[in-house]
């Protein structure tokens, strides 16, 4: 596709079952980021693959979260364990990477409810 | 830490009027400041961008203004349409060496017809 896609778009879990959320990002971007909305919320960074190098994991907000990144392309976030604190909106996005290539370009997200 | 604050949080202004909103940052190494719009279930999309080697950029009815030495930078919606109803991000990021956009908090505006 054009696009970055994401899927699933929603996901709706009981507290303490495990998701995975996957992006499939736009072919030929290097860089792959996922960043989570909360209601009313900003964007909070979770975590930024960028080729071949080791991810920045630094946003990841607990060790119930991981992500990988197979072939350089297509990315799954899992969350282990899931909370009510995890509902949110995950959003996927990437870009080129090489530097003034600053544009990203989102998908649409999966929102996530945890009951 | 928040490295980049926005204000305000919500706004709304009436059609043909000018919608002003601001961000203010902290790392001096940031070189690169995106603003990106994000309509109700879709992802935040770049509208405009801006590098500290100029003070303004204009493109259409949207204009970045840049303060270098005050760490600011704000974006103006001249002309203000219902259809610019959306919410609002300010980003940053050192691109020098490769890191990645950090988003303010957002601004919801509202253009009323």
């Known amino acids: 596709g054009a696009g970055v896609s994401q899927s699933p778009s929603n996901k709706v879990t009981e507290k303490g079952k495990d998701v995975e959320l996957r992006c499939d990002p736009i072919?030929?971007?290097?860089?792959l980021y996922w960043y989570r909305q909360s209601l009313g919320q900003g964007l909070e960074f979770l975590i930024y693959?960028?080729?071949?190098?080791?991810?920045?994991k630094s946003g990841l907000p607990s060790d119930r979260f991981s992500a990988e990144r197979t072939g350089g392309s297509v990315s799954t976030l899992t969350i282990q364990r899931t909370q009510q604190e995890d509902s949110a909106v995950y959003l996927c996005?990437?870009?080129?990477?090489?530097?003034?290539?600053?544009?990203?370009?989102f998908g649409e997200g999966s929102r996530l409810t945890v009951l | 830490q928040q490295q980049v604050k926005q204000s305000p949080q919500s706004l709304i202004v009436q059609k043909g009027g000018i919608s002003i909103i601001n961000c203010a940052y902290e790392?001096?190494?940031?070189?690169?400041f995106p603003w990106y719009q994000q309509f109700p279930g879709k992802g935040p999309a770049l509208l405009i961008a801006i590098r500290p080697d100029v003070s303004e950029k204009k493109e259409g009815r949207f204009t970045i203004s840049f303060n270098k030495s005050a760490k600011q930078f704000s974006l103006h919606i001249m002309d203000s349409q219902p259809g610019d109803s959306a919410t609002y991000f300010c980003a940053a990021s050192d691109e020098t060496s490769g890191s990645r956009l950090t988003f303010g908090e957002g601004t919801q505006l509202t253009v009323n017809p």
């Open positions: 790392n001096t190494a940031f070189d690169y």
């Open positions: 996005a990437s870009s080129l990477d090489f530097p003034g290539a600053g544009e990203l370009f």
């Open positions: 693959f960028q080729g071949n190098s080791a991810p920045d």
């Open positions: 072919s030929g971007h290097t860089a």
